[in-house]
Each structure stands twice: as structure tokens, then as C-alpha cells.
Nanobody, 119 residues
Framework: QLQASGGGLVQAGGSLRLSCAAS??????????MGWFRQAPGKEREFAAT????????KYADSVKGRFTISRDNAKNTVYLQMNSLKPEDTAVYYC????????????WGQGTLVTVSS
């Protein structure tokens, strides 16, 4: 189970940090690649950022590169998304996702947390 939190209303130029806590029996968080996808109103869901199971590899969508930072704390079974210099176009529901490191597909999705950036 993935539980996302930290969304809210912020003015353009502001910052938010999203958190996603993973739980569930029989799974080792440190063996999972994690990430964040987002879906803006009226648009398709899109990739935002991912981090590998060891944290060595991070990938970002061009639209957030240089402004967002993904990180993880395996001891806390938590992944974070630090979002700086927020823009109105970052307004979306942000979903935490996970997949075991050898899989090609993100099988696990959280419930989403809404981020609204006002101009």
C-alpha cells in the first residue's frame, strides 16, 4: 500500500514536499523502484520523476527538471518529491508509484494527493 501526503494549495514560485509511505506484508521497500506520476485536470496521466531501488538513478520529466527533486529513505519506507519554483501548470493530482526493481511496469499506485498552484 502506498500512502501519499503533502499536497495542498501554494502560490506560484512556492514549494511543497510530497511524501509517500509504503507498507504491506512480504515486500521489501528497498527492492522497489519508486516514482511520481501526475494528472492535470482534463489531461492524461504523465510521468514526473522516478528513483531506482538503491537511489543511484533518478529520472525527471523535462517539464520538472531542475525544479523537482526525488529522494527516498529506505529505513523509513518513504519516497519524497521536493517541488520548488512551482508553476500553475504543475497543478495536478500526484500519484506515488512503485515496482519491483526487475519489472518494467509500475504495478503499485497510491491514491493521489492534489497539488494546486495559484497564479
Amino acid at each position: 500500500q502506498l500512502q501519499a501526503s503533502g499536497g495542498g494549495l501554494v502560490q506560484a514560485g512556492g514549494s511543497l514536499r510530497l511524501s509517500c509511505a509504503a507498507s504491506g506484508p512480504g515486500r521489501t521497500f528497498s527492492r522497489y523502484d519508486m516514482g511520481w506520476f501526475r494528472q492535470a485536470p482534463g489531461k492524461e496521466r504523465e510521468f514526473a520523476a522516478t528513483i531506482s531501488w538503491r537511489g543511484a538513478s533518478k529520472k525527471y520529466a523535462d517539464s520538472v527538471k531542475g525544479r523537482f527533486t526525488i529522494s527516498r529513505d529506505n529505513a523509513k519506507n518513504t519516497v519524497y518529491l521536493q517541488m520548488n519554483s512551482l508553476k500553475p501548470e504543475d497543478t495536478a493530482v500526484y500519484y506515488c508509484v512503485g515496482k519491483i526493481f526487475y519489472s518494467d511496469t509500475y504495478d503499485y499506485w497510491g491514491q493521489g494527493t492534489l497539488v494546486t498552484v495559484s497564479s
